[in-house]
């Protein structure tokens, strides 16, 4: 990456770096990259770099959220190897960044936020309703109106045996780097935490493998 490196440095010293070379230099770093799922780690890395409209009055006019990341990517199935970095990479490469350009081009962008929330099981299923909305509740608190709009975001609540679980599974949510609120039940011993929420974030298909897949949604009986 050390040509593209410097050739990064010369566009940003002239001030010429513009949205297509933003996306052509996150699809190089994906081929590139040790994973094997390249399109993960080029949709990772993309929507860390374009960030969606949320303005109400632009939305209500018609843009889409990613259509910045659209127009862009769209803007480099013309440049061909006029693209950031294309001329520079080997002929596999080139190969290998048409054909994940192509299915980018195919994806359907969408600004997706889910929150996640764990609830002990080991209370009446009246609790657990309860519980619940407390922490709900919480989380509605620390959350700014102008970050997330509660009509669209999408709640997932999984359920947890019991107390030792959910310490368990909090900590295992911070250790991938997600900030959490909690909730502790003062009528419970020792102010035990009967449920926390993952504050909201963008929905990664990768993320949820390696931290919900083997979960199980709340089911109060």
Same mark, same amino acid.
């Given at each position: 990456m050390n040509d593209l490196d410097t050739q990064w440095k010369s566009l940003a010293a002239d001030k010429k770096i513009d949205s297509g070379d933003i996306a052509s230099r996150a699809i190089i770093r994906s081929i590139r990259a040790r994973s094997n799922d390249k399109l993960e780690v080029a949709?990772?890395?993309?929507?860390?770099?374009?960030?969606? %409209?949320?303005? *109400?009055?632009? &939305?209500?006019?018609?843009?889409?959220?990613? /259509?910045?990341l659209e127009s862009s990517l769209a803007k480099l199935s013309w440049r061909g190897s006029d693209a950031f970095g294309f001329a520079s990479i080997s002929e596999a490469e080139q190969a290998e960044y048409k054909s994940l350009?192509?299915?980018?081009?195919?994806?359907?962008?969408?600004?997706?936020?889910?929150?996640? %929330?764990?609830? *002990?099981?080991? &209370?009446?299923?009246?609790?657990?309703?309860? /519980?619940?909305?407390?922490?709900?509740?919480?989380?509605?608190?620390?959350?700014?109106?102008?970050q997330h709009d509660a009509s669209d975001l999408h709640f997932v609540i999984f359920g947890v045996p019991d107390h030792d679980r959910l310490i368990e599974k909090l900590a295992q949510v911070e250790a991938a780097g997600i900030s959490t609120v909690s909730f502790e039940e003062s009528d419970l011993k020792s102010d035990q935490m009967t449920s926390f929420a993952c504050q909201p974030t963008r929905k990664s298909e990768a993320r949820r493998k390696r931290l919900f897949d083997n979960d199980r949604l709340l089911m109060i009986k």
């Amino acid at each position: 990456m050390n040509d593209l490196d410097t050739q990064w440095k010369s566009l940003a010293a002239d001030k010429k770096i513009d949205s297509g070379d933003i996306a052509s230099r996150a699809i190089i770093r994906s081929i590139r990259a040790r994973s094997n799922d390249k399109l993960e780690v080029a949709k990772g890395l993309l929507l860390k770099a374009f960030s969606p %409209i949320i303005n *109400r009055n632009k &939305l209500n006019s018609g843009l889409r959220p990613f /259509q910045g990341l659209e127009s862009s990517l769209a803007k480099l199935s013309w440049r061909g190897s006029d693209a950031f970095g294309f001329a520079s990479i080997s002929e596999a490469e080139q190969a290998e960044y048409k054909s994940l350009l192509g299915k980018l081009l195919k994806e359907k962008w969408e600004d997706t936020t889910y929150t996640y %929330i764990f609830t *002990r099981q080991d &209370l009446t299923p009246e609790q657990q309703l309860v /519980q619940t909305a407390h922490c709900t509740m919480v989380l509605g608190q620390k959350v700014e109106r102008w970050q997330h709009d509660a009509s669209d975001l999408h709640f997932v609540i999984f359920g947890v045996p019991d107390h030792d679980r959910l310490i368990e599974k909090l900590a295992q949510v911070e250790a991938a780097g997600i900030s959490t609120v909690s909730f502790e039940e003062s009528d419970l011993k020792s102010d035990q935490m009967t449920s926390f929420a993952c504050q909201p974030t963008r929905k990664s298909e990768a993320r949820r493998k390696r931290l919900f897949d083997n979960d199980r949604l709340l089911m109060i009986k």
